[in-house]
C-alpha cells in the first residue's frame, strides 16, 4: 500500500502540535497508510527537494515559524487570501504537480476568538510583526477591529513597547501575543507591556498553546482579563488545511 504523507516545515519543530494531531486523526479515520512528518529544516532552500521528491507520495504541508513567508518562491500560486496575508501556512500539492500555498491561520484565529468578542472591543495591539501576527491583522480587517502593530522598535502603525501607556491599553481592550515569548520551557518570558492597567473589559489571546497558561496570559487574569490561548486556533486551522487537501 501506497504511503500518503503530509507534514510539518518549520525550524526547531520537534515540539509540534500538528504530527499528534494528524497522527490520532489518521487512526481515527482507520487511514493505516497515511503518516504525517516533522520537516525540520534548517534553511528554506531544503524545501525544494522535498516538493520534488515523488517516493513519498507528498499531498500536502503545513508551514510554521520562521519559513510563512519564506516558502512562498517554492509555489505555482499562492491563494488571493494569502496573498493579500503575505504569509503561507498551508501548501497542497495538486495531481497535476502544481504547488499551492493557503493561509488557514486567518480562519483558526477568527472562528475561535468570535465568541470572546463584546461591542466594546473595538480595538487590538498585535504584539510582534513575523507571518502569524499578519493573519491575526487580516482578521482584525475581516472583523472592523482597527489594530496596531507593537514590536521592539516603533515605526509607521507600529508601537513600540515602550510607548504603551495607561491611555493606549485602556483604549485598545484586545491585545493578542504573536511573539514567541513565554513558549516552553522559557515559560517565565512575557511581553513587556503594562500589565498594571489592564482591567476586566480586556481580552488577552496568546498564540502559544504550551504553556497552557503563559505568564502573559496569567497577568491579565489576575487583572481580570478574559483569557484564550491557541490551542484551538491550531485545531480549526488543521481541520482546514485537512479540508483543502483533501479538495
Known amino acids: 500500500m501506497n504511503k500518503v504523507t503530509f507534514g510539518l516545515v518549520g525550524k526547531n519543530i520537534s515540539y509540534s502540535f500538528s504530527r499528534g ?16 512528518v516533522n520537516f525540520d529544516l534548517q534553511e528554506i532552500s531544503l524545501l525544494e527537494d522535498i516538493i520534488k521528491a515523488k517516493e513519498n507520495g507528498l499531498k500536502g504541508l503545513n508551514v510554521t515559524i ?54 466594546h472591543h473595538t480595538k487590538a495591539l498585535i504584539l510582534g510583526t513575523g507571518g502569524a501576527s499578519k493573519a491575526v491583522a487580516f482578521a482584525f480587517k475581516k472583523l472592523g477591529i482597527e489594530y496596531k502593530f507593537v514590536s521592539r522598535t516603533a515605526s509607521e502603525n507600529k508601537w513600540s513597547y515602550d510607548d504603551l501607556n495607561k491611555e493606549i491599553i485602556q483604549e485598545y481592550t484586545v491585545i493578542v501575543n504573536c511573539s514567541p515569548l513565554g513558549t516552553s520551557p522559557k515559560v517565565e518570558l512575557k511581553p513587556e507591556i503594562p500589565y498594571q492597567f489592564l482591567n476586566s473589559n480586556h481580552l488577552l ?7 497552557a497558561e503563559t505568564t502573559f496570559l496569567r497577568m491579565g487574569k489576575e487583572q481580570g482579563a478574559v483569557i484564550k490561548n491557541g490551542l484551538e486556533m491550531l485545531e480549526l486551522q488543521a481541520e482546514k488545511s485537512w479540508s483543502i487537501w483533501n479538495s
Open 21 to 36: 494531531y494528524f497522527a490520532e486523526k489518521f487512526q481515527k479515520l482507520g487511514l493505516e497508510n497515511h503518516q504525517y
Open 66 to 119: 520562521p519559513y510563512k513567508q519564506d516558502v512562498q518562491p517554492f509555489l505555482n500560486s499562492i491563494d488571493a487570501d494569502a496573498k493579500e496575508i503575505g504569509a503561507v501556512n498551508t501548501i497542497k500539492l495538486n495531481e497535476d504537480g502544481t504547488v499551492v500555498g493557503y493561509n488557514t491561520d486567518v480562519y483558526g484565529f477568527q472562528k475561535s476568538l468570535e465568541p470572546l468578542l463584546k461591542s
Open 205 to 211: 489571546y496568546d498564540l502559544i498553546y504550551n504553556p
